[in-house]
Each structure stands twice: as C-alpha cells, then as structure tokens.
C-alpha cells in the first residue's frame, strides 16, 4: 500500500481523481511497453498492450466523467506522485520478443496488484462513498482479471519464440 496516500482522511473527490490517476499510469505504462516490444505480427505483444491501454483509457475517462458530473472542475487536491505502480505493470517486463501470452500474463499481474491495492485500503477507508467506490473498482479489477484470462485460454503456451534463436531487431532482410 502507498504510504502517501491516508485512506481515511480522503473525500470522495479525491478517491475520483486518485483512481483516474492509476487508470492514467497504467494506460501510459502499457503504451510505453507498446513501443518498446514493438509490433512484429497481429496479435502480438504490441498489440495485446495496445489493447490494455485501450482498456485504462477508457476505464479512465468513465471515471473522468463521474468527476466532473460531481464537482465539475474542482481542483484536484491528490497528484500522480502520491502512487506508483498500483496497477501499472511492472518497468522490468517488456522485452522486444515477448509473445501475446507473455504480455498477457504481466497485463493480468497488473491486474491482480491493482485488486490488491483496493483490497488493502478498504479497512482504512472511513467515508462511505469513498467505500463504495474502492469496492467498486476493485470489482472491476476483479473483471479485468477475467478478461484477460479468458484472453490468455485462447492462446497457445509458451513464448512464440525463444530470445536466443531470434534474429536481432533490425537484423532480417525482408525475405
């Protein structure tokens, strides 16, 4: 749990803009692993990354609206540097030649940190509505979790190639 954030004293406004901020860092996260596994083939790491980020987004910009449909443009009082890494996946994971199951399987830890993350705030949340929302986004990190998984059932096992018989990025010539 991050030690910057007093669960107890927090309003519901920034509970709001606390969980639009882990679903902003973990969307810039999956965007930056994009760029670095790179796209190879549809499907791909890059493309299962993609998809994540696609998912923050959008769980983001929900959230953004519930915001703004409570307190408008009030100013935000919680800033990114009070978390790090809640759901966002770890900086350590990508690698040029991970496969979709690989990427999957750092997007679904991802998402069982960020469960967790709620699921230890909760005894310290006093406020009702803050309450209710952490369990609310701790189901939805629930769903998310099973999203991916049923993701992961469809794809083979295993790496679709092993990093010491790939070519080096760059290294083929098209043939």
Do not use: C, W
């Not at 923050?56 to 800033?79: M, N, W």
């Amino acid at each position: 749990m991050n030690a910057a954030i007093d669960f107890g004293s927090l309003t519901l406004q920034d509970a709001l803009d606390l969980a639009i901020l882990i679903e902003d860092e973990a969307r810039d996260r999956y965007q930056e692993f994009t760029r670095i596994v790179g796209g190879r083939y549809a499907g791909d790491a890059s493309d299962m990354f993609m998809l994540m980020a696609s998912y923050e987004k959008r769980h983001g910009t929900e959230l953004a609206e519930r915001r703004r449909a409570r307190f408008g443009d009030a100013p935000r009082r919680v800033s990114r540097e009070q978390l790090y890494d809640v759901e966002a996946p770890d900086l350590g994971q990508p690698r040029v030649f991970m496969s979709a199951r690989q990427a999957l399987e750092v997007a679904l830890s991802s998402e069982e940190k960020a469960f967790d993350f709620f699921s230890s705030a909760l005894p310290h949340v006093k406020d009702p509505e803050v309450r209710a929302l952490f369990e609310e986004l701790r189901g939805e990190e629930r769903k998310h979790q099973e999203l991916v998984r049923s993701r992961l059932e469809k794809l083979p096992p295993g790496p679709d190639v092993e990093e010491e018989e790939a070519d080096e990025p760059g290294s083929d010539p098209g043939n």
